[in-house]
């Protein structure tokens, strides 16, 4: 049986008054046990969320990290080790737009996924296809290459400790979502695709949807046999909206 995973990325998003808000909102929030939550802020904002949310089951985690884990001369970087030092437990890899907007490559992920679990941390690896590539028919063939581009440098067994979040790119901050049919089949790709190597690691692994996700469109999404939670965006910025998702996940 796997815990479901409710993530909330903050993105760049927040100031020191917004995010202590947000931190009073979830304070609120009635969260369900049986369900895992973490919240994604800036790396500004990590301590204060750390502070803010203690005696609270909410896991604080980082957006992005440097390929090396280790800290030294890399201007403007934040090493994995550092998160893990700061108390972060997981790291998000492979967000769409670092890829697109940002230019990260299939093997900056790969390193970035290697020095997060280095340090101890989970990584969440992100993996979805643009509208183009849907219609074109390449959505397996384009969220495949991406996964293989771990399992081949990595192999199979990291994702023991990992999770995966399938994130159409066209269903993020647009309000379109992928319906509950058109994910399950991407998220039964990746466990099979997984399976391919190690059924108990395919078994095992939790892979969220992302994509536009809000209270009114989650009990459906998380009703899939293959979706595990959620990566959610947005909505994650309002507390009784996020506080609903973490409880769709667990009903
Ligand atoms: C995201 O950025 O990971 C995301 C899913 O955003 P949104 O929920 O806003 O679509």
Redesign the pocket.
Known sequence: MRRPLVAG?W?MHGTRASVAELINGLRKQVLPVSVEIAVFPTCLHVAQVLDGLQGVHVEVGAQDCAVDPVQGALTGEIAASQLQDAGCAMVLVG???RRLLLGETDADVVRKFAAVQSCGLIPLL?VGETLEQREAGKTLAVVGAQLASVIDVLGVDVFARAVI?Y?PVW????GLTASPEQAQQVHAAIRAQLAVQSVEVACAVRVLY????KAANAAELFGMPDIDG???????LNADEFGAICRAAGS
């Open positions: 990325n993105k967000h769409s737009e992100c979040a994130e269903a993020i901050g647009s992302g994509g536009s996700v959620g990566l959610v965006g947005g909505a994650s």
